[in-house]
């Protein structure tokens, strides 16, 4: 296992994750990724951090794979992609002390039932963010939608702004930015916005504050030959364009355009964005692992 940073990456900087299946009462990233280094070690894992890979070479035609460091090249039958992605901040500090006790990055599938009967912010203009918005309200109270735009026709879907505009439990602050925020009893309570325009800043009790500030997989390590879509995201399974199906038939869910070569976890195209469902994806892609090289020659 090769890690450019910390093992755990984006769950083990999260101050507490309360929807992993085992800890009813949540456990900080740092302790869950720790525990899961442990455990892999056991298991006669090799794990060395702070190597950053520099690139992939795929191998051809059935030839060992070729991942290059900046010390050495370790060469393997396959390479699972578990790389992450790195969400946008925010930038207030207050706010990112308090990241897992009502502040929330990415999806609010999970943790919309937390902020049942509470008033909710949500930070983002996109598609991701109006789905978090409609999805959390069917828990909060409210809903405010907070961007910096003047409203949401540049960056949503017609079909979402319609629905929002229908839904008299969700509000729309165009213009706007979240610039400060507070806690009590270690949860998040409230939050200061300000009118870009006019700098003019308002106070807002809240129970949570959901934040799609978008995110980058920064994979420009990989090769042209593993596929990504638009954004740079991991394309597996039959998302894999039709030109780079073997035979006419698609990939396995988690396996790239390469053979070999997998993808798990949130630097995949379509993944959930959830620790859970990260931890699956690399459970299920082990099964793929054995696969491919019962079904390789044995190779020096």
């Known amino acids: 296992m090769l890690e450019s940073d910390a093992v755990g ?21 740092m302790r869950l990724t720790s525990r899961a280094r442990t455990q892999a070690l056991r298991f006669g894992a090799v794990i060395r951090t702070g190597w950053p890979v520099e690139r992939l070479e795929p191998g051809i035609d059935g030839d060992l794979h070729t991942v290059h460091t900046e010390s050495e090249a370790l ?19 207050s706010l990112e002390q308090l990241v897992g006790h009502g502040v929330h990055y990415g999806a609010a599938m999970a943790s919309a039932p ?42 949503m879907s017609q079909y979402l702004i319609t629905e929002i505009e229908a839904n008299p439990r969700i509000e729309v602050q165009g213009g706007t930015r979240v610039v400060d925020g507070g ?14 325009a006019t700098g003019q800043r308002r106070h807002q009790e809240v129970g949570g504050l959901v934040l799609l500030l978008g995110a980058a997989p920064h994979c420009d390590w990989l090769p042209a030959a593993v ?6 995201f991991v394309l597996t ?64």
């Open 237 to 300: 399974g039959r998302d894999v364009p039709a030109d780079h199906w073997l035979q006419d038939v698609p990939p396995a869910q988690l396996s790239t355009a390469v053979p070999g070569v997998l993808c798990a976890g949130d630097v995949r195209a379509g993944s959930m964005k959830r620790v859970a469902s990260a931890t699956g994806e690399g459970a299920a892609a082990v099964s793929l692992i054995h696969e491919h090289i019962s079904a390789a020659p044995e190779q020096a």
């Open 183 to 196: 806690a009590e009893e270690g949860e998040l309570s409230w939050v200061e916005l300000e009118e870009i």
């Open 227 to 232: 596929c990504r879509d638009e954004r740079g």
């Open 75 to 93: 060469r393997a039958r396959t390479v699972l992609i578990a790389s992450g992605v790195s969400y946008r901040r925010l930038g207030v500090d």
């Open 9 to 29: 990456g984006q769950a083990g900087t999260s101050s507490m994750i309360r929807n992993y299946l085992g800890f009813p009462r949540g456990i900080s990233g």
């Open 114 to 155: 937390e902020m049942e009967g509470q008033d909710v912010v949500v930070v983002g203009g996109g598609n991701s963010a109006g789905q978090a918005a409609v999805h959390l309200a069917r828990f909060a109270r409210s809903v405010t939608i907070v961007v910096r735009r003047p409203g949401l026709g540049e960056t």
